[in-house]
């Protein structure tokens, strides 16, 4: 009999604690810094929500599913900051709202960004106000823009969102509308906080 085995055992079994300690310890770590950036652009959100009398719980889950939260985001095709803004559309908004704007340097602000993302929602959501579920019809524009809803919302996609969503044409449109529908029903219970008593 080797007298070393308890020994090694018990060794192990220590090693073994610790590490799930340590595991332990990330996961709530890691916990923590994914609430604290998912509240990071909050003050943004909610004034920008305010304006433009949208939801804040949707800009939160478009600002999630566009740039998680990164203000400096920057897309492949030239979208930029929170809500992945294209050139056309921050002119489109600066127009409307008569502002001046520098593309680059402003649609990085997450005050602009959010702001102009706001307002293009509310743009695009009034569009589908004759559907049972103008937001599905919304994002989708978002995503893929009005030439390709148009093409979707035929027969009864026009105004049934369920038949909408079966025929949208990309996946990644499909997914991305479903996506931040969840996000916001989700955000809907806790955001905007309630206030304190």
């Known amino acids: 009999m080797n007298l070393s085995d308890p020994s090694r055992r018990s060794q192990r079994l220590r090693i073994g604690m610790i590490l799930l300690i340590v595991a ?3 996961i709530t770590l890691w916990d923590r810094y994914r609430g604290w950036k998912e509240s990071s ?6 004034a920008a929500a305010s304006r433009y009398q949208i939801h804040p719980a949707l800009i939160k889950a478009v600002v999630w599913r566009e740039s998680g939260f990164d203000p400096k985001a920057r897309g492949s095709k030239g979208e930029l900051g929170l809500m992945q803004l294209m ?10 709202e008569r502002v001046a704007l520098h593309f680059d340097r402003q649609m990085l602000d997450p005050s602009l960004n959010t702001r102009a993302g706001a307002w293009y929602l509310r743009k695009l959501s009034q569009r589908y106000r004759n559907t049972d579920n103008p937001l599905r019809y919304t994002l989708a524009d978002y995503n893929a823009g009005r ?3 148009l093409k979707w919302a035929k027969g009864a996609a026009a105004t049934n969102s369920a038949a909408f969503v079966d025929a ?3 996946p990644s449109t499909r997914d991305y509308v479903l996506q931040i529908e969840k996000r916001y029903l989700r955000y809907r219970e806790t955001f905007p906080p309630k206030p304190k008593r």
């Open 168 to 170: 949208i044409g990309f």
């Open 41 to 46: 652009q909050d003050v943004f959100i909610l």
């Open 147 to 149: 030439a390709n809803v």
């Open 87 to 96: 050139p056309g559309t921050a002119d489109e908004w600066a127009r409307a």
């Open 24 to 26: 332990g310890g990330l």
